[in-house]
């Protein structure tokens, strides 16, 4: 008679006991949907004499941005809704709104940031024109910009190489060159709502960029401009820009900066 020895590969299988089994669930818990208010100052220069609010319901996760429930307004419930975006993450600077009484990009602020058991307020940024809607001229905003010098002026021959800059005198204007131009700044500036011929603080931010460059030429001239009345002096520290800011620019710092340079008469 032979023996035979079981192998591992021979032996039977012990019935399956699904209660011994530690099965990893990889699956996550469906989000589940609710419905928010959100409350839209409209107005339609064709038919409306004032801005009026308007609710509209709509269905929302928390990982949604404002930016999608304007989308879903505007796709599923009124076509008519006019606002600005484009690159929706925040790098565009087009969709600045006031959310809930706050200067924000749409597409940067979250739903789960926000109370959803009250309605969310949005309307057009203060101190442009209003033109539909979310809307507003952005024109005296640019116009206020381009006025600062916003661009490089180096003099001299033409280089036969790059222009050279040290860590250090790169460090002093980095911040302000994070600007994306979306006027959450200087519309939630009360001197800029009150005087529109102030400058305002993102039209400062792009001077202090170029004023600080060891690299350029017409920092006197820009500190010259913003010397006068329409100028730094304006500020009243209020700080309104910085909380507005989307990418965290130390703006009040900058606009200290460039008074201090024009006390020091030198960078
Ligand atoms: S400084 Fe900030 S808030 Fe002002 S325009 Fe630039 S990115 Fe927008
Ligand atoms: S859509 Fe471009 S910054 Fe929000």
């Given at each position: 008679m032979t023996?035979?020895?079981?192998?591992?590969?021979?032996?039977m299988?012990?019935?399956?006991?699904?209660?011994i089994v530690?099965v990893?669930?990889?699956?996550?818990?469906?989000p589940?949907?609710?419905?928010v208010t959100?409350?839209?100052r409209?107005?339609?220069p064709?038919?409306?004499?004032?801005?009026f609010?308007?609710?509209f319901?709509?269905?929302a996760?928390?990982?949604?941005?404002?930016?999608?429930?304007?989308?879903?307004?505007?796709?599923?419930q009124?076509g008519?809704?006019?606002?600005?975006?484009?690159?929706?993450?925040?790098?565009?600077?087009?969709?600045?709104?006031?959310?809930?009484?706050?200067?924000?990009?749409?597409c940067?602020?979250?739903?789960?940031?926000?109370?959803?058991?009250?309605?969310?307020?949005?309307?057009?940024?203060?101190?442009?024109?209003?033109?539909?809607?979310l809307?507003?001229?952005?024109?005296?905003?640019?116009?206020a910009?381009?006025e600062?010098?916003?661009?490089?002026?180096?003099?001299?021959?033409?280089?036969?190489?790059?222009?050279?800059?040290?860590?250090?005198d790169?460090?002093?204007?980095d911040?302000?060159?994070?600007?994306?131009?979306?006027a959450?700044?200087?519309?939630?500036?009360?001197?800029?709502?009150?005087?529109g011929?102030?400058f305002g603080?993102?039209?400062?931010?792009g001077?202090?960029?170029?004023?600080?460059?060891?690299?350029?030429?017409?920092?006197?001239?820009?500190l010259?401009?913003?010397?006068?009345?329409?100028?730094?002096w304006?500020?009243?520290?209020?700080?309104?820009?910085?909380e507005?800011?989307?990418?965290?620019i130390?703006i009040?710092?900058a606009?200290?900066?460039?008074?201090?340079a024009?006390?020091?008469?030198?960078i």
């Open positions: 023996d035979v020895m079981n192998t591992p590969s021979d032996a299988p012990e019935p399956f006991d699904a209660s530690a990893a669930d990889h699956t996550e818990a469906a589940v949907p609710f419905n959100v409350r839209v409209r107005f339609d064709d038919v409306d004499k004032e801005p609010w308007q609710d319901t709509v269905e996760y928390s990982t949604d941005r404002v930016l999608d429930a304007l989308h879903k307004i505007k796709w599923d009124d008519t809704l006019a606002f600005r975006r484009s690159c929706a993450h925040g790098v565009c600077g087009s969709d600045a709104m006031r959310i809930n009484g706050r200067n924000r990009l749409a940067k602020t979250l739903m789960k940031d926000l109370d959803i058991k009250a309605p969310i307020t949005v309307e057009a940024i203060k101190g442009l024109p209003l033109e539909k809607d809307i507003v001229d952005m024109e005296p905003f640019f116009t910009y381009r600062v010098m916003p661009f490089m002026v180096a003099g001299g021959h033409e280089p036969s190489r790059e222009r050279l800059q040290s860590q250090e790169r460090a002093r204007f911040d302000s060159t994070k600007c994306i131009l979306c959450a700044c200087t519309t939630s500036c009360p001197v800029f709502w009150t005087d011929q102030y603080p993102a039209a400062i931010v001077a202090h960029r170029f004023i600080f460059d060891s690299r350029d030429d017409a920092s006197t001239q820009r010259e401009i913003l010397n006068s009345k329409e100028g730094v304006r500020c009243r520290t209020t700080f309104n820009c910085t507005a800011c989307p990418r965290g130390q009040t710092q606009i200290a900066e460039v008074k201090q024009l006390i020091r008469g030198r």
